[in-house]
């Protein structure tokens, strides 16, 4: 089997930066969509629907179980490491994102009793992922690869 890759060098490279770029663009794509407007940022920022750290993660995984069986070692360390990513993403990186929600609320009523701007910056509060956002990163990540998956072992 070769392993040599079209845009990386490298076939798991290639399908899982094909799973990113597909999560990255639907955002670009649904904000267009929902919210009738362009915003390229959306490509390059975290959280919202699908989870892109999701769908990476998945597709290393399935591309390694398709090239390497799902009895390998290589597998089982990238199924723990997915693991580990998609429950910081619902876990603790949302978390987050909804404390900085709650601090820019209280800067803006701090701010607007004080009649003055206490701190001109907002906290990022797209940090983590619900669980459905999480749910359809993964399914995503694993289509990608058994789409793929005749490049994958060609």
Not at 22 to 40: E, M, N, R
Not at 52 to 68: A, D
Not at 123 to 149: C, P, R, W
Request: charged fraction near 20%; charge should be positive; aromatic fraction near 12%.
């Amino acid at each position: 089997m070769n392993e040599t890759g079209i845009i990386f060098g490298n076939k798991i490279l290639d399908v899982t930066f094909i799973a990113w770029f597909i999560a990255q663009f639907y955002k670009v794509l649904s904000t267009i969509i929902f919210h009738k407007k362009l915003d390229v940022r959306r490509f390059f920022e975290t959280g919202g629907m699908p989870s892109s750290h999701s769908s990476t993660v998945s597709c290393l995984s399935t591309c390694i179980g398709i090239i390497y069986g799902k009895d390998s070692g290589y597998f089982a360390i990238s199924v723990i490491i997915s693991v580990i990513v998609m429950y910081d993403a619902i876990g603790i990186r949302r978390a987050a994102g909804k404390h900085a929600g709650v601090l820019n609320r209280m800067v803006e009523r701090l701010s607007y009793k004080i009649g003055e701007m206490f701190h001109d910056e907002k906290l990022k509060e797209l940090l983590g992922h619900t669980h459905l956002e999480v749910l359809a990163g993964m399914l995503l990540g694993v289509a990608v690869a058994f789409i793929f998956k005749g490049y994958l072992i060609s």
